[in-house]
């Protein structure tokens, strides 16, 4: 009786242990330091955070993919050097992944002489959660019916759409305003009235939120717009830690007082 008990025991045991060891392993959480260019970019981290290395917001990997919200910048000749580089900075730092996009891979040439060279065109353009268009010298852009085809294309698929100053008036031409309220620079804000009539423009807010669509006020007020935006989709704590890393004195107030 005792060599049956002991039988019956020792099989309880194995069947245990065969049970452990074919259950599938539990899933390792890994993060990695977003694309800043740095030695710290081949690290890996158990457990969400900050890089020690460029202090930037860590990013999951799962599955071999980056978890990352993705964010497309419109470029065009003449586009405004701040319009889009700010936020790309706020969207960079919060570990969003951006890239730009123009009608080809020529270097579009913004303003102050700078050039840059789109990661992709029109025509291969991949989905994205964000898209930004910056405003500039936005003439030309509101005359190129490929450029506004796109524009309409990925705001539909997109999460959000933001534009910055005038980029206001891309939006507008590409039907995206229509029914609601919008800003753009102190300077543009009568010509945008005309230019969209069935668009409240809004002259006391640094940045208007529809929901999907956001506009905000020239130049630099697209930094707070993009702020706004990380807070939305990750979270206040998030959009402060990634102002104070950037030593940026961020106020989630869009009241605007304009100057003139």
Not at 226 to 236: E, P
Request: proline content about 6%; charged content about 20%; some cysteine.
């Amino acid at each position: 009786m005792r060599k049956l008990t002991i039988l019956v025991l020792l099989g309880m045991l194995l069947s245990v242990l065969a049970v452990t060891d074919t259950a599938a392993p539990p899933s390792r959480r890994i993060f990695i330091c977003p694309d800043c260019g740095q030695e710290c970019d081949k690290l890996v981290f158990d457990k969400p955070g900050s890089c020690p290395g460029c202090g930037m917001q860590l990013v999951e990997k799962i599955d071999n993919k980056e978890q990352r919200i993705t964010v497309a910048v419109l470029l065009f000749d003449g586009a405004e050097v701040i319009d889009y580089a700010g936020p790309w900075e706020v969207f960079g730092e919060a570990g969003f992944k951006v890239f730009g996009v123009a009608e080809t891979r020529e270097p579009i040439h913004a303003t102050f002489g700078q050039k840059l060279i789109p990661d992709y065109t029109f025509a291969d353009s991949p989905p994205v959660d964000i898209l930004l268009v910056p405003g500039g010298g936005v003439g030309p852009a509101l005359e190129n019916p490929e450029l506004i085809k796109w524009v309409q294309k990925n705001a539909q698929s997109a999460t959000h759409v933001i534009s910055v100053c005038t980029g206001a008036f891309i939006l507008a031409r590409a039907g995206l305003l229509d029914g609601l309220s919008a800003t753009t620079i102190t300077g543009a804000l009568d010509r945008l009235e005309k230019f969209a009539t069935k668009t409240k423009v809004v002259h006391d807010q640094r940045y208007v939120d529809n929901g999907k669509i956001v506009t905000t006020a020239g130049l630099s007020a697209g930094i707070d717009g993009a702020f706004h935006l990380v807070a939305k989709i990750s979270g206040q704590e998030t959009a402060e830690k990634t102002a104070a890393h950037m030593e940026y004195r961020w106020k989630p107030d869009p009241n605007l007082t304009r100057t003139h």
